[in-house]
């Protein structure tokens, strides 16, 4: 047989030979590099090597067949396109070499800069750098020595393990040898001594030299790039950002171009709106004479970038001229990473800007004025989960608290909270249930836990862009960075503001808007967003772009959604603020509820009832009470549904604790005092004892054991619905009857219900539905039979998902859920966002089975998955006409079912 030709597997691309749109295989930072590239604009060439190849490493331990070759093949055309070779003595060509996944995760995997520098090639790169050119040789010199000091200090801090303080603190003292704070003030000889010193470090802690040849320090840095998806760090976040574990990331060997040759040479980001608040403008920081990763460290402090004006105008216009390029082409807000080299200009990154939920509908509402977007895409861009975010409430400022201190508005929000210096201690306190704001002077990766476990966090350097206001807004978390008044002391677990200490353990409260920082606890206030939806901002009067853009966004969903969006409410007050916010009906109000506070009492009468005179005269008490609590709920809801579940609890729930009881018996004995009452308690308690309460007497059974429960109920909601009809409102009653597994259950509720209710409405108008919730699986799986009895059918999920996994809510989110999280058994809980595969399958049988034997079934859930933003669109995709949530999430719901519409059912002409 002849020899099989293999076609080879393509591990690597050029950037001329990708583009926008291949982010999964080439990563966002290839792509888009890849994007720049075909626009013409000034990307320093390269090539990209695919997260295939990553991902073929990670499970092999081993490049893949052919990439080896590959990357010699581009790394030669990389070499005549520059015209210089990788670390040659002369002249030599220097590379980066960077991460870069499908979804930004920013600093957590590794670049390493400045590769093909050894002992020889800074030589001929100082010499190439003192060239024709005015810089001084001293000037050059330095600048070699200082990338080839970088080098080893990624290099070994990256390839090689080697803790990088080791090579700050070298750095240090290289500069209190100098006497000075500043790198610049170190010069060509200080840097080769420091570069002697790095190596001392590096033979220590890896028992070798630092690598002198280039192609090996070039393969070394890519497998630890490779190897840097699965840091831990970049684990924690990718299960704190829900982004898959199994993508990989791409790697970026791009050529050096060199910010740190003198002071016409500088390195900054920008982004082409505020990514804080939505703001048209220039924002950004640069760095004159430095590396890259030196902006975003914050080890330096920048200048806002309209300062490159003054410094350099030619490419401060250029610069301009391509954001404005990059927007007009993505057609979102930008964020970009640049280098200038001696007055030209170099593109290092762009992607879509990160930014903050305000600043997300406030973009989307200006790309519609400019006829970027349309309203759908608007819609599309933003969420649920940002919504729920500017609900949040704000500080409330009076006069009493003064900012001690004001930084940079990083990411909104008001936090108060215990300081902390660590990760660790913020961490520890929080577990405790401490809100926390964790202090740094900068945060790094190794921060992340502390991050997500704090309430805030405050930083005494770095700007916008800076490590932690890029994590802080892509958590949703409030961030005031670069507070410079405040002076940290991370070792003695303090810091000094305007001659006052603040040790850890004392409370502060910071404004991530405004950037001010306050000491002790500031009292908080609704946010504007939460005062529109209730009524007292007028959108279209406000100056407030915030309210203006969710106003808008707001009534596109609205307009587009075809799920009706309802709530669950057992109180007038409830029902009010849900229907200012936007509800159409109450989907669920628990009757249980009701019985509790001075009505337990009664209860204990119904229980403990030992014959029907006494059960019939605790239920008389309980009818007017129950009646007014309907009546009330009616009126709110003037016109709209109320859907009633009757009593849906075990009746034990009701009465004290066991062991409680137990007490009171005992010490009255003693006392000699009457414990009839007591004794029968404990005696009942003891026999309605269950040993699984969910699947125990409840629900359904309830009204089919106990005479006249359930009859009370559907008295009491009669009569109210009559008595408000009267009073000229409409009420809309649906009786829904919980825990139904057969039809025959519902038809015996049924008939006895429809008896009462003839008899109570008569001729006043009212009708009444009758329904039931669907949360039992063998409901869902007989809901043709079910619906012959029900005229709408509502799902419970919570006691569906339940039921249908066999698991106990109270007990297993403590007990397992954390591992079967860590072993991607679930991607999130279940009880959480709807798992589609299983309980959504029994959603959607028992909809399609309900609609078959009966068209007009009314269909809904009113599980606490009605106002999860995932659940939503599944429940648009399954059809179901409306979901109900609590008062706060109605505006969530609204919007993501608005959102749900555009996704699935695709844009429509409006
Ligand atoms: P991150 O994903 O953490 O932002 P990058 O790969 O973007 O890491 O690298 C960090 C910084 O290093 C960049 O912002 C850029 O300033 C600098 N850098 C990367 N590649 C080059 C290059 N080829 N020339 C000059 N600077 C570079
Ligand atoms: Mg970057
Ligand atoms: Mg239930």
């Not at 940079?408 to 913020?426: D, E, L, N, Q, Y």
């Not at 007038?572 to 009757?591: H, S």
């Amino acid at each position: 047989m002849a020899k099989q030709e293999t076609v080879e597997h393509k591990y690597v691309y050029a950037f001329a030979e990708g583009n926008k749109d291949l982010k999964e295989l080439l990563g966002g930072k290839g792509a888009n590099l890849a994007e720049m590239t075909n626009l013409g604009l000034p990307v320093p060439p390269g090539f990209t090597i695919t997260t295939e190849a990553c991902k073929a490493y990670l499970v092999t331990g081993e490049e893949p067949d052919g990439l080896a070759d590959q990357i010699a093949a581009h790394l030669a055309s990389l070499e005549q396109a520059m015209g210089k070779r990788l670390g040659d003595p002369e002249d030599p060509l220097l590379v980066s070499v960077r991460s870069g996944a499908k979804f930004s995760m920013p600093g957590m995997m590794e670049t390493v800069l400045n590769v093909g520098l050894n002992d020889r090639s800074v030589q001929g790169l100082a010499r190439q750098a003192s060239g024709a050119d005015a810089q001084t040789s001293g000037g050059a010199d330095r600048f070699a020595w200082d990338s080839y000091r970088r080098l080893i200090q990624m290099f070994g801090k990256t390839v090689c393990e080697v803790p990088g303080e080791e090579f700050e603190h070298a750095l240090d003292d290289a500069k209190r040898a100098k006497g000075t704070h500043d790198d610049l003030d170190l010069d060509a000889d200080d840097l080769r001594g420091l570069v002697d010193a790095y190596k001392k470090i590096f033979f220590k802690h890896t028992g070798r030299e630092f690598p002198q040849e280039p192609r090996e320090q070039l393969d070394l840095a890519i497998r630890a790039v490779f190897e840097s998806w699965n840091a831990e760090r970049a684990v924690l976040y990718r299960r704190q950002e829900r982004i898959p574990a199994d993508l990989g990331t791409a790697v970026n060997v791009v050529a050096m171009v060199f910010g740190n040759l003198g002071p016409d040479s500088g390195t900054g980001v920008a982004f082409t709106r505020d990514p804080a608040s939505g703001a048209q403008g220039i924002y950004g920081d640069y760095l004159a004479n430095a590396q890259g990763e030196d902006v975003v460290a914050g080890i330096r402090n920048t200048v806002p970038l309209q300062e490159l004006e003054r410094l350099d105008k030619k490419s401060y216009d250029e610069l301009l001229g391509i954001m404005a390029r990059l927007e007009g082409h993505y057609r979102d807000l930008c964020d970009i990473e640049f280098t200038i080299e001696r007055g030209k200009l170099w593109m290092l990154q762009t992607r879509v800007g990160k930014r903050t939920a305000a600043a997300a509908f406030v973009i989307a509402g200006q790309l519609v004025d400019e006829g970027l977007i349309d309203l759908d895409e608007a819609l599309h861009r933003v969420n649920g989960a940002q919504l729920a975010q500017l609900m949040f409430p704000r500080f409330r400022l009076d006069h009493e608290f003064q900012p001690v201190a004001k930084g940079i508005g990083a990411s909104p929000g008001a936090a108060s909270g215990k300081v902390v210096f660590t990760s660790a201690r913020a961490v520890e306190l929080a577990a405790e249930g401490e809100s926390v704001i964790l202090v740094r002077r900068e945060t790094n990766p190794d921060d992340l836990n502390g991050m997500i476990a704090a309430q805030g966090i405050l930083t005494s350097r770095g700007g916008k862009t800076s490590h932690a206001a890029v994590v802080a807004r892509g958590m949703g978390k409030t961030c005031v960075s670069g507070a410079d008044e405040i002076e940290v002391n991370v070792p003695q677990r303090r810091f000094v503001v305007g001659g006052q200490t603040v040790v850890e353990g004392d409370v502060v409260s910071i404004d991530g808007t405004t950037g001010k920082v306050y000491l002790g606890e500031v009292p908080v206030m609704p946010s504007e967003v939460v005062q529109y939806f209730e009524g007292s901002l007028d959108p279209e009067h406000v100056d407030n772009p915030l309210v203006r853009a969710v106003h808008r966004i707001m009534s596109h969903a609205d307009a587009r959604r075809r799920l009706a969006v309802r709530t669950n409410a057992d109180t007038g007050a409830d029902a009010a603020r849900a229907r200012r916010f936007g509800a159409e009906g109450i989907g669920l109000c628990r009757t249980e509820h009701m019985f509790l506070g001075d009505r337990r009492e009664l209860v204990e009468r119904l229980i403990l009832a030992r014959d029907n005179t006494e059960r019939e005269a605790a239920l008389a008490a309980l009818l007017p009470l129950q009646r007014a609590d309907f009546e009330e709920i009616f009126r709110e809801m003037d016109g709209m549904p109320v859907t009633v579940r009757l009593i849906d609890p075990p009746l034990h729930e009701f009465l004290p604790p066991l062991e409680q009881l137990a007490v009171n018996v005992a010490v009255a004995q003693e006392r000699g005092e009457d414990v009839a009452q007591e004794e029968a308690l404990l005696a009942a308690v003891r026999r309605m004892h269950e040993e699984n309460p969910m699947l125990g007497l409840r629900g359904v059974r309830l009204g089919l054991v106990i005479p006249g429960l359930f009859a009370m109920q559907v008295r009491a909601i009669a009569e109210a619905a009559v008595t408000v009809t009267r009073s000229g409102a409409v009420a809309r009653p649906e009786i829904m009857v919980p825990l139904v597994g057969a039809v025959q259950e519902l038809e015996t509720v049924r008939a006895e219900a429809e008896k009462i209710i003839a008899e109570v409405v008569g001729d006043s108008g009212v009708e009444v539905l009758i329904g039931t919730m669907i949360e039992v699986p063998r409901a869902a799986l007989t809901a043709g039979q079910i619906a012959e009895a029900a005229q709408f059918f509502s799902f419970g999920t919570n006691d569906l998902t339940q039921m249908g996994w066999g698991f106990s809510r109270d007990d297993v989110e403590g007990a397992f859920f954390w591992r079967y999280l860590e072993l991607g058994i679930f991607g999130i809980s279940p009880f959480e966002s709807i798992d589609r595969d299983g309980v959504g399958r029994l959603v959607r049988i028992a909809a399609e089975e309900g609609r078959a034997a009966r068209p007009e079934l009314k269909l809904g859930v009113c599980g606490e998955h009605g106002g999860d933003p995932e659940s939503v669109h599944f429940f648009h995709e399954v059809g179901l006409d409306y979901v109900s949530c609590s008062p706060f999430r109605v505006p969530v719901a609204r919007l993501e079912a608005g959102r749900a519409a555009v996704e699935t059912d695709g844009s429509d002409s409006r």
